[in-house]
Nanobody
Framework: EVQLQASGGGSVQTGGSLRLSCAVS????????IGWFRQAPGKEREGVSC??????????YYTDPVKGRFTISSDNAENTVYLQMNNLKPEDSGNYYC????????????????????WGQGTQVTVSS
């Protein structure tokens, strides 16, 4: 059974930092895409970042609002993906979810708009002005 457990959310001031974790079980990181989405009240969910692995080659992707401020990484031995969030802004506030799917399912699609097979529970991030 695939489980994705997000943690690490909290409340910070503008300019602060948080590190989110997504612990993955029942799912191999090989040939896979694992990412982060977020959703704020009254807003559509949006892709934040993802990390892909295929044939031992790894790539990281970010959407424009977080590019240069967030960093995604993975610890394959621990089956955990991290999202380091620096210089946080109020517009970063929302529920953050981790997602996962096989690489070949995602490949060729716009990753922020692809409907991933596996979703975890969200962790709340609140950034105050």
């Amino acid at each position: 059974e695939v489980q994705l457990q997000a943690s690490g959310g909290g409340s910070v001031q503008t300019g602060g930092s948080l590190r989110l974790s997504c612990a993955v079980s029942g799912f191999s990181f090989d040939d896979a895409v694992i990412g982060w989405f977020r959703q704020a009240p009254g807003k559509e969910r949006e892709g934040v970042s993802c990390i892909s692995n295929s044939g031992g080659v790894t790539y990281e992707y970010y959407t424009d609002p977080v590019k240069g401020r967030f960093t995604i990484s993975s610890d394959n031995a621990e089956n955990t993906v991290y999202l380091q969030m620096n210089n946080l802004k109020p517009e970063d506030s929302g529920n953050y979810y981790c997602v996962a799917d096989k690489f070949l399912n995602v490949f060729g699609n716009s990753w922020p708009h692809y409907e991933y097979h596996y979703w975890g529970q969200g962790t709340q991030v609140t950034v105050s002005s």
